[in-house]
């Protein structure tokens, strides 16, 4: 029960630092609440997640990417709109010199991939597994943190499992436990939260014209909607909705909600001819203050909730388990090797601050900007968007944005694989 690497959540982001810690040998914790294939599951749930085209290479570099890829939807256009208005803005895969502007994957199937990878890799509980560097984490699920002490080199956790409360040591400690993290609070790491009194409702919605793989953002009076593309010619809806207003949306029938989105939406894709199960998810904009404790850093959710509107925040997350992944990577060869080192946490916060001030003030902008009824703010971003479609760099930009290129480039994201030792 004594771990160099404790991850706190095996959600989308806890599984990928899972998986990318894997082949370095080193003895690594997975504490999850849910089985991932459990209904109850909350991050691998029914929802889709639009992935970069920096993601799908550090999941190609995971080697996750081929179990996920019949499932993937490529998106080669995006399209923003605002209701009643004029403006719009398109950016194309094939201007930017793409493939696709990224993919659309179902959580389920991520959650899948990345928990087949997880469990025990035969080859590692042999000799000749271990001799090779090959050691499967360690699985605990379902199981879940009760209580953290951080002493001076390392932290003791309890475990409470269906059998029992059950006490380990781990080095360094992940908080990967999402928004509400148990682990970030008992370490005494403030958050700010703002509620954006709005509520994601997500479904499908299969309409009449297949969407050409294109993803429609549209900015309406009551919040903004999206559409993206699904391989079977469904799309995924996200539509965001005042806290009353989704109370209403959730009771209409589906010809009325149909008729509402036909509305809102237009006849782009021509008639919305069916809608899935509808699913309500509250939004807000958390921040921890800090991405790291003593002995802990803090990734994914837990260390920032962002409104989904641009579609960052696993894309952000997986950028923090590359980075994270590829600190310990360079140290674990060393003679006297401390993952949870205050020199590896200070490493980890500096080469996340950039990346991760970018994208929240960039999704927190979008919202502010959209949300403001005020004629001349609504000019003004007809204007944007206008000045937007005819300004190539802009939108190399955004792409830019979306793949993370703040500053230092992690190597998963760049296609290089992570070794013992390598720097
Ligand atoms: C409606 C919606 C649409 C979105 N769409 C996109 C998108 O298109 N693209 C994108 O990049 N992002 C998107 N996101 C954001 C994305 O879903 C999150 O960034 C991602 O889920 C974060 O993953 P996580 O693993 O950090 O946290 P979570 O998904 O919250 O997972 C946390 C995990 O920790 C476990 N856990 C919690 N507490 C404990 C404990 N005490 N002990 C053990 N385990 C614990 C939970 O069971 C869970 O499995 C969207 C979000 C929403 C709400």
């Not at 899972?18 to 459990?38: Q, T």
């Not at 014209?209 to 903004?224: C, I, L």
């Not at 509107?309 to 090797?337: K, P, Q, T, Y």
Request: glycine fraction near 10%.
């Amino acid at each position: 029960m004594n771990y160099d690497v404790a991850i706190i959540g095996g959600g989308m982001v806890g599984a990928s630092l899972g998986v990318a810690l894997a082949p370095l040998g080193i003895r690594v914790a997975i504490i999850e609440a849910v089985a991932h294939d459990s209904a109850l599951q909350p991050s691998f749930d029914e929802r889709t997640t639009a992935l970069s085209n920096g993601s799908r290479r550090i999941l190609e570099s995971l080697g996750t990417w081929p179990q996920v890829a019949a499932a993937a939807s490529a998106i080669r256009k995006i399209h923003v709109s605002d209701q009643g208005r004029f403006g719009f803005a398109r950016i194309e895969a094939a201007e930017q010199g793409l493939e696709a502007l990224g993919y659309v994957v179902p959580n389920r199937a991520l959650g899948a991939a990345l928990w087949s990878q997880l469990h025990a890799d035969p080859r590692a509980s042999t000799l000749a597994g271990a001799a090779a560097g090959l050691a499967a984490p360690r699985l605990f699920c379902p199981a879940h943190v009760t209580a953290v002490a951080a002493q001076a080199d390392q932290v003791v956790l309890q475990i409470h499992t269906p059998d029992g409360s059950t006490e380990m040591t781990s080095k360094l400690i992940v908080a990967a436990d999402g928004i509400n993290s148990v682990v970030r609070s008992a370490l005494g790491v403030a958050a700010t939260f703002r509620d954006y009194h709005q509520t994601a409702l997500i479904t499908t919605v299969l309409p009449k014209n297949f969407h050409e793989h294109v993803a429609f953002e549209r900015f309406t009076e009551d919040g903004p909607l999206a559409l993206l593309p699904l391989n079977d010619g469904r799309c995924t809806l996200v539509l965001t909705l005042g806290s009353e207003a989704v109370v209403t949306a959730m009771a209409w029938s589906d010809q009325q909600f149909l008729a509402e989105l036909q509305r809102r939406f237009g006849f782009r894709l021509g008639r919305f001819l069916k809608v899935g199960r509808r699913v309500a998810y509250p939004l807000s904009l958390s921040r921890a203050q800090h991405t790291s404790a003593p002995r802990c850093a803090i990734i994914g959710n837990a260390a920032q909730g962002l409104h989904p509107v641009a579609g960052m925040g696993f894309n952000l997350g997986l950028r923090d388990v590359a980075s994270l992944a590829e600190l310990i990577a360079d140290r674990c060869g060393r003679m006297r090797f401390d993952p949870g080192s205050r020199d590896l946490l200070d490493a980890y916060d500096a080469w996340r601050t950039k990346d991760r001030a970018g994208v929240i003030a960039f999704t927190d902008g979008l919202i502010r900007l959209f949300s403001n009824p005020l004629g001349s703010v609504r000019t003004l971003r007809n204007a944007g968007l206008l000045a937007f479609d005819l300004l190539p760099p802009a939108k190399a930009a955004l792409s830019r944005l979306s793949v993370g290129a703040s500053g230092r480039v992690p190597k998963l994201a760049r296609g290089v694989p992570l070794t013992r030792g390598a720097s």
